[in-house]
Protein backbone atom coordinates (compact mmCIF):
# COMPACT_ATOMS: atom_id res chain seq x y z
CA UNK A 1 0.00 0.00 0.00
CA UNK A 2 2.86 2.44 0.41
CA UNK A 3 4.43 2.30 -2.61
CA UNK A 4 1.23 2.41 -4.38
CA UNK A 5 0.60 5.95 -2.73
CA UNK A 6 4.09 6.98 -3.17
CA UNK A 7 3.57 6.18 -6.83
CA UNK A 8 0.19 8.43 -6.52
CA UNK A 9 1.51 11.57 -5.33
CA UNK A 10 4.76 11.76 -7.72
CA UNK A 11 2.32 12.25 -10.40
CA UNK A 12 -0.32 14.66 -8.28
CA UNK A 13 2.82 16.62 -8.44
CA UNK A 14 3.86 16.80 -11.80
CA UNK A 15 1.84 18.96 -13.69
CA UNK A 16 -0.50 17.31 -15.89
CA UNK A 17 0.59 17.89 -18.91
CA UNK A 18 4.22 17.12 -18.84
CA UNK A 19 3.00 13.80 -16.79
CA UNK A 20 0.76 12.91 -19.86
CA UNK A 21 3.57 13.13 -22.56
CA UNK A 22 5.26 10.20 -20.80
CA UNK A 23 2.42 7.88 -21.11
CA UNK A 24 2.74 4.71 -23.18
CA UNK A 25 1.61 3.91 -26.11
CA UNK A 26 -0.84 1.23 -26.86
CA UNK A 27 -1.90 0.18 -30.31
CA UNK A 28 -4.92 -1.32 -30.98
CA UNK A 29 -5.49 -3.66 -34.05
CA UNK A 30 -8.34 -6.10 -36.06
CA UNK A 31 -8.41 -8.02 -38.86
CA UNK A 32 -11.02 -5.83 -40.79
CA UNK A 33 -8.32 -2.88 -40.83
CA UNK A 34 -5.73 -4.58 -42.60
CA UNK A 35 -5.50 -4.71 -46.15
CA UNK A 36 -2.96 -7.42 -47.62
CA UNK A 37 -3.53 -7.20 -50.91
CA UNK A 38 -2.86 -3.15 -51.14
CA UNK A 39 -0.02 -3.50 -48.16
CA UNK A 40 -2.06 -0.88 -46.06
CA UNK A 41 -2.59 -1.33 -42.19
CA UNK A 42 -4.32 0.67 -39.83
CA UNK A 43 -4.14 0.78 -35.76
CA UNK A 44 -5.42 2.45 -33.22
CA UNK A 45 -2.86 4.32 -30.59
CA UNK A 46 -3.62 5.62 -27.35
CA UNK A 47 -2.49 8.60 -28.07
CA UNK A 48 -1.20 10.15 -30.91
CA UNK A 49 2.05 9.36 -32.92
CA UNK A 50 4.55 11.33 -34.49
CA UNK A 51 6.15 8.54 -37.13
CA UNK A 52 5.89 4.56 -37.41
CA UNK A 53 7.44 2.03 -39.42
CA UNK A 54 6.03 -1.46 -40.39
CA UNK A 55 8.20 -4.52 -41.56
CA UNK A 56 6.54 -7.44 -43.42
CA UNK A 57 7.64 -11.30 -42.26
CA UNK A 58 6.75 -14.10 -45.12
CA UNK A 59 6.52 -17.31 -44.09
CA UNK A 60 9.89 -18.23 -44.90
CA UNK A 61 10.54 -16.05 -41.91
CA UNK A 62 12.47 -13.65 -44.61
CA UNK A 63 11.56 -10.29 -44.64
CA UNK A 64 9.23 -9.16 -47.69
CA UNK A 65 9.34 -5.55 -47.46
CA UNK A 66 9.03 -2.08 -45.33
CA UNK A 67 7.41 1.23 -44.95
CA UNK A 68 7.25 3.96 -42.85
CA UNK A 69 5.08 7.23 -42.33
CA UNK A 70 5.10 10.73 -40.35
CA UNK A 71 2.00 12.13 -39.04
CA UNK A 72 1.93 15.90 -38.64
CA UNK A 73 -1.82 16.04 -36.94
CA UNK A 74 -4.32 12.88 -35.91
CA UNK A 75 -6.93 11.84 -38.21
CA UNK A 76 -9.94 12.62 -37.99
CA UNK A 77 -11.50 8.67 -36.58
CA UNK A 78 -8.97 6.80 -34.38
CA UNK A 79 -7.36 4.64 -37.02
CA UNK A 80 -4.22 5.59 -38.41
CA UNK A 81 -2.45 4.76 -41.27
CA UNK A 82 1.04 2.69 -42.84
CA UNK A 83 1.44 1.40 -46.38
CA UNK A 84 4.69 -1.07 -47.08
CA UNK A 85 5.73 -2.17 -50.45
CA UNK A 86 6.90 -5.42 -51.15
CA UNK A 87 7.78 -7.58 -53.91
CA UNK A 88 6.05 -10.87 -55.13
CA UNK A 89 3.18 -12.84 -53.58
CA UNK A 90 4.62 -14.36 -51.10
CA UNK A 91 1.88 -14.92 -47.80
CA UNK A 92 2.74 -12.09 -44.96
CA UNK A 93 2.62 -13.78 -41.66
CA UNK A 94 3.97 -10.98 -39.46
CA UNK A 95 3.86 -7.48 -39.29
CA UNK A 96 6.71 -5.76 -36.88
CA UNK A 97 4.75 -2.56 -36.34
CA UNK A 98 7.02 0.37 -34.51
CA UNK A 99 5.32 3.63 -33.54
CA UNK A 100 6.63 6.47 -31.78
CA UNK A 101 5.07 10.05 -30.26
CA UNK A 102 6.66 13.40 -30.26
CA UNK A 103 7.81 12.98 -26.63
CA UNK A 104 10.10 9.97 -27.79
CA UNK A 105 8.10 7.28 -26.01
CA UNK A 106 8.11 4.29 -28.57
CA UNK A 107 6.01 0.71 -28.87
CA UNK A 108 6.98 -2.26 -30.58
CA UNK A 109 4.15 -4.91 -31.61
CA UNK A 110 4.16 -7.79 -33.59
CA UNK A 111 0.77 -8.20 -35.70
CA UNK A 112 0.35 -12.01 -36.74
CA UNK A 113 -2.95 -11.72 -40.13
CA UNK A 114 -1.67 -14.98 -41.09
CA UNK A 115 -4.44 -17.48 -42.09
CA UNK A 116 -4.51 -19.73 -45.09
CA UNK A 117 -7.94 -20.92 -46.23
CA UNK A 118 -7.39 -24.91 -47.35
CA UNK A 119 -8.00 -24.98 -51.28
CA UNK A 120 -10.20 -28.63 -50.72
CA UNK A 121 -12.52 -30.71 -52.53
CA UNK A 122 -15.92 -30.94 -50.46
CA UNK A 123 -16.34 -33.68 -49.02
CA UNK A 124 -20.50 -34.11 -49.52
CA UNK A 125 -22.48 -35.75 -46.38
CA UNK A 126 -25.56 -37.97 -46.75
CA UNK A 127 -28.68 -36.17 -45.88
CA UNK A 128 -29.40 -35.93 -42.38
CA UNK A 129 -25.82 -37.36 -41.66
CA UNK A 130 -22.58 -36.86 -40.54
CA UNK A 131 -21.07 -39.72 -41.68
CA UNK A 132 -17.58 -39.69 -43.80
CA UNK A 133 -18.38 -42.43 -46.97
CA UNK A 134 -15.46 -44.49 -48.19
CA UNK A 135 -15.27 -42.64 -51.33
CA UNK A 136 -15.39 -39.86 -49.82
CA UNK A 137 -12.26 -40.25 -47.83
CA UNK A 138 -9.33 -39.30 -50.19
CA UNK A 139 -10.72 -36.11 -50.64
CA UNK A 140 -10.14 -35.73 -46.85
CA UNK A 141 -6.59 -37.21 -47.30
CA UNK A 142 -5.63 -34.76 -50.34
CA UNK A 143 -7.02 -32.09 -48.03
CA UNK A 144 -4.40 -32.93 -45.07
CA UNK A 145 -1.79 -33.55 -47.33
CA UNK A 146 -1.87 -29.80 -47.83
CA UNK A 147 -2.62 -28.92 -44.09
CA UNK A 148 0.77 -30.83 -43.51
CA UNK A 149 2.80 -29.25 -46.01
CA UNK A 150 1.42 -25.37 -44.94
CA UNK A 151 2.01 -26.32 -40.93
CA UNK A 152 5.48 -27.84 -42.10
CA UNK A 153 6.72 -24.08 -43.49
CA UNK A 154 4.76 -22.03 -40.09
CA UNK A 155 5.63 -24.44 -37.31
CA UNK A 156 9.08 -22.57 -37.32
CA UNK A 157 7.49 -19.48 -36.47
CA UNK A 158 4.36 -19.78 -34.74
CA UNK A 159 1.83 -22.55 -33.10
CA UNK A 160 -0.78 -23.05 -35.88
CA UNK A 161 -4.77 -24.45 -35.30
CA UNK A 162 -7.01 -25.68 -37.47
CA UNK A 163 -10.44 -24.30 -38.19
CA UNK A 164 -12.93 -26.60 -39.41
CA UNK A 165 -16.67 -25.09 -40.10
CA UNK A 166 -19.17 -27.77 -40.58
CA UNK A 167 -22.70 -26.84 -43.04
CA UNK A 168 -26.02 -28.27 -43.99
CA UNK A 169 -28.24 -27.72 -46.87
CA UNK A 170 -32.05 -25.78 -46.14
CA UNK A 171 -34.12 -29.14 -44.80
CA UNK A 172 -35.50 -29.34 -41.77
CA UNK A 173 -35.11 -27.16 -38.54
CA UNK A 174 -32.50 -24.65 -37.88
CA UNK A 175 -31.64 -25.98 -34.50
CA UNK A 176 -31.38 -29.66 -35.96
CA UNK A 177 -28.96 -28.02 -38.66
CA UNK A 178 -26.79 -26.42 -36.92
CA UNK A 179 -25.82 -29.73 -34.59
CA UNK A 180 -25.76 -31.83 -37.75
CA UNK A 181 -22.91 -29.23 -39.05
CA UNK A 182 -21.17 -29.56 -36.06
CA UNK A 183 -21.27 -32.82 -36.10
CA UNK A 184 -20.03 -33.15 -39.44
CA UNK A 185 -16.86 -30.89 -38.79
CA UNK A 186 -15.97 -32.87 -35.63
CA UNK A 187 -16.22 -36.39 -38.00
CA UNK A 188 -13.20 -34.39 -40.19
CA UNK A 189 -11.74 -33.43 -37.64
CA UNK A 190 -11.79 -36.95 -35.70
CA UNK A 191 -10.44 -38.28 -39.13
CA UNK A 192 -7.92 -35.86 -39.84
CA UNK A 193 -6.46 -37.04 -36.00
CA UNK A 194 -6.68 -40.81 -36.85
CA UNK A 195 -4.74 -40.02 -39.49
CA UNK A 196 -1.79 -38.27 -37.02
CA UNK A 197 -2.61 -34.89 -37.81
CA UNK A 198 -0.75 -32.99 -34.08
CA UNK A 199 -2.19 -29.37 -34.26
CA UNK A 200 -4.93 -28.31 -32.23
CA UNK A 201 -8.55 -28.37 -34.18
CA UNK A 202 -11.51 -26.64 -33.09
CA UNK A 203 -14.67 -26.83 -34.82
CA UNK A 204 -18.03 -25.18 -35.36
CA UNK A 205 -21.08 -25.78 -36.62
CA UNK A 206 -22.90 -22.92 -39.24
CA UNK A 207 -25.97 -24.98 -39.57
CA UNK A 208 -27.60 -23.27 -42.87
CA UNK A 209 -26.65 -19.73 -42.54
CA UNK A 210 -23.54 -19.64 -44.95
CA UNK A 211 -24.59 -21.67 -47.82
CA UNK A 212 -22.37 -22.86 -50.87
CA UNK A 213 -25.23 -22.67 -53.43
CA UNK A 214 -28.10 -20.43 -52.60
CA UNK A 215 -31.79 -22.21 -52.18
CA UNK A 216 -34.91 -21.94 -50.86
CA UNK A 217 -35.93 -23.45 -47.67
CA UNK A 218 -36.36 -27.24 -47.43
CA UNK A 219 -34.04 -27.43 -50.48
CA UNK A 220 -32.33 -30.61 -51.08
CA UNK A 221 -28.68 -29.22 -52.05
CA UNK A 222 -26.09 -31.83 -51.95
CA UNK A 223 -23.45 -29.00 -52.58
CA UNK A 224 -24.23 -27.24 -49.28
CA UNK A 225 -23.38 -30.49 -46.83
CA UNK A 226 -19.81 -29.46 -46.39
CA UNK A 227 -17.36 -28.14 -44.65
CA UNK A 228 -14.51 -25.50 -44.59
CA UNK A 229 -10.78 -25.80 -43.30
CA UNK A 230 -8.73 -22.97 -42.55
CA UNK A 231 -5.49 -22.14 -41.01
CA UNK A 232 -4.86 -20.00 -38.43
CA UNK A 233 -2.44 -18.70 -35.11
CA UNK A 234 -2.78 -20.64 -32.29
CA UNK A 235 -5.11 -18.86 -29.48
CA UNK A 236 -6.12 -16.36 -31.95
CA UNK A 237 -9.80 -15.60 -33.30
CA UNK A 238 -11.63 -17.83 -36.09
CA UNK A 239 -9.83 -16.42 -39.21
CA UNK A 240 -12.98 -16.96 -41.12
CA UNK A 241 -14.09 -14.03 -43.45
CA UNK A 242 -16.75 -12.99 -45.96
CA UNK A 243 -20.44 -14.44 -44.91
CA UNK A 244 -19.07 -15.85 -41.75
CA UNK A 245 -18.36 -12.47 -40.24
CA UNK A 246 -21.83 -12.10 -40.03
CA UNK A 247 -22.66 -15.06 -38.31
CA UNK A 248 -22.31 -16.13 -34.51
CA UNK A 249 -20.98 -19.58 -33.82
CA UNK A 250 -19.72 -21.42 -31.17
CA UNK A 251 -16.16 -22.36 -31.65
CA UNK A 252 -15.04 -25.44 -29.52
CA UNK A 253 -11.70 -27.37 -29.39
CA UNK A 254 -11.54 -31.29 -30.54
CA UNK A 255 -11.29 -33.68 -27.63
Known amino acids: MRRYLVVVIALLGVPLAAADKKLPIHVGYDADHLDLDKHVLQFKPSRPVANASVVAIGEDGKELGKGAATYEHAPDDPWWSITWT ?51 RAKLDASLA ?36 L ?26 SVLKVKTADETDERANRRADYVLGPAGGTPPFKGPYLKVSASWKALR
Not at 93 to 107: F, N
Not at 149 to 177: S, W
Not at 187 to 199: Q, V
Open 86 to 136: QSGTTRVMMLKLRVEAADGVATNVELVPWSVAIDHEDVNFRTDSAEIDPDE
Open 146 to 181: KIDEIVKRAAPFMKVTLYIAGHTDTVGPAAKNTKLS
Open 183 to 208: DRANAIGKYFRTKKLAIPVVVAGFGE
